[in-house]
């Protein structure tokens, strides 16, 4: 879901020295110009199969970490319903994130050389992911604005030119929208509800609107690849433009909760139709970016001991099939 | 850390309903075929999208070269008369 990686890409991302040459790369970018998709065996600048490489499995990242958050809150939601819903929606997310790698692999990558680099902390996953849930509400106001801002940025990428990222994103935005309503309707109960109910919905909002307000990643005159990434038709819309639309989308549905948007600056411009609000602390963006959120040792903690203590069912589902594929053949 | 191996992986195809054709949906990885149906049924269909599901080795899977598709195909491409296009038949002349 959660895709603001596109611009923490790497230097070797922006350069290709390929030796087949200038004639393949033009045929390749005509064919991306005029829309067709590019596919795992067709040939590819290396500079393009880098990017998507980084930033699939940056995705893919993304969604496994923001199953933590949630989860959380699994075993403490406040009903049967709501709890039911709650392992729904993580089990969803655990199953685009396995969506995601199996696009990243068709580009010649491994599925275990992609784990290791998000365990040895090598790799980066969404920001968003290293605040933590301390109420109900929080489970509430991530489904609504978290995932509703994953969906802004992730719809365009259901027209990426590269077709199995683009075709495992139709499936995942398919998923979002359960996602998107069903903390929506936690926000409502919440805000229907008693005066400590509201309160704790206003809570929520008041901490997670400005983290998905960055989840867009850098404003455009500091987004470092966004050309690129346009030029290869893997971005269609710029930063800006995506957090300007959510901004736009969101506010209202703020106003129906009755709930304010923690942002002194917001007003509407009639002329512009739009909303205009007040700058974002892009040093707070850095920091949890470079690992010094509230929860960025928690959520790596948390991932390495679960890949630790499955490590025994990984290797006993490898020996039991060694075994029978062994015993079938002396039977043949 | 130990380095670990992945699993086979498995490409998976997806019937959505009676009467239709597998689709090709995706990957998984697994120890076995048993397993790569189970995974498979646990990520592609967790919203009723399958009546059936296929699981090949991607290993065993025979492909056509991309890079070769220009010739591979060629021999069709001037063949314009296997479409019923080709033909010029008279308007008045009914269901045919």
């Not at chain 1, 230097?11 to 590019?38: H, Y």
């Not at chain 1, 049967?80 to 994130?97: C, F, S």
């Not at chain 1, 992609?114 to 968003?128: E, R």
């Amino acid at each position: 879901m959660y895709t603001q990686g596109l611009d923490s890409l790497g230097k070797d991302c922006l350069r290709d020295e390929t030796r087949d040459g200038a004639a393949l790369e033009s045929r390749f970018q005509a064919r991306v110009d005029a829309e067709e998709k590019i596919e795992a065996k067709d040939w590819m600048p290396e500079a393009y199969r880098r990017t998507l490489i980084r930033q699939i499995s940056q995705h893919a990242h993304s969604e496994v970490v923001g199953m933590l958050p949630e989860g959380n809150w699994i075993t403490r939601a406040p009903s049967l319903k709501r709890k039911t819903i709650l392992i729904a929606k993580v089990q969803d997310e655990g199953g685009h994130g396995a969506y995601l790698y199996s696009a990243a692999e068709t580009l010649g990558v491994a599925r275990a050389e992609l784990v290791d680099q998000l365990l040895a902390g090598k790799a980066k996953y969404s920001s968003i992911f290293n605040y933590p849930t301390p109420t109900w509400a929080d489970v509430g106001a991530i489904g609504w604005l978290v995932d509703g801002a994953a969906i802004m940025n992730q719809i365009p990428l259901c027209r990426c030119s590269y077709g199995p990222y683009a075709r495992a994103m139709v499936r995942i935005c398919k998923e979002e929208s359960f996602h998107q309503r069903q903390g929506y309707e936690i926000m409502l109960t919440l805000a229907r509800g008693t005066e400590a109910q509201r309160a704790m919905a206003q809570a929520a909002l008041d901490r997670w609107w400005w983290p998905s307000l960055m989840m867009f990643g850098p404003t455009d005159t500091d987004s470092k690849h966004g050309a690129q990434s346009m030029r290869w038709k893997i971005k269609r819309f710029s930063n800006d433009e995506l957090r300007q639309k959510f901004v736009d989308t969101t506010v209202p549905q703020a106003d129906y909760l009755g709930l304010g948007v923690p942002d002194p600056e917001l007003a509407w411009d009639e002329a512009a139709q739009h909303y205009r609000f007040g700058p974002i602390d892009w040093s707070e963006f850095e920091r949890v970016l470079a690992g010094h959120g509230p929860c960025n040792r928690e959520r790596m903690e948390a991932r390495c001991k679960a890949h630790e203590e499955g490590r025994w069912v990984r290797e006993a589902a490898a020996a039991w099939a060694a075994k029978r594929s062994a015993v079938a053949m002396q039977a043949a | 850390m130990n380095k670990e191996q992945d699993w086979p992986l498995y490409e998976i195809f997806i019937r959505a309903k009676s009467g239709l054709d597998h689709k090709h949906v995706g990957s998984v990885h697994a120890t076995d075929a048993a397993m790569a149906l189970e995974h498979a049924r646990d990520l592609y269909t967790r919203r009723q999208e399958g009546v059936s599901i296929w699981a090949v080795r991607s290993a065993d899977i025979v492909a056509s070269d991309p890079a070769e598709s220009d010739a591979f195909f060629e021999p069709a491409r001037d063949k314009i008369y296997r479409h019923p296009t080709f033909y010029d038949i008279p308007d008045e002349v009914k269901t045919l």
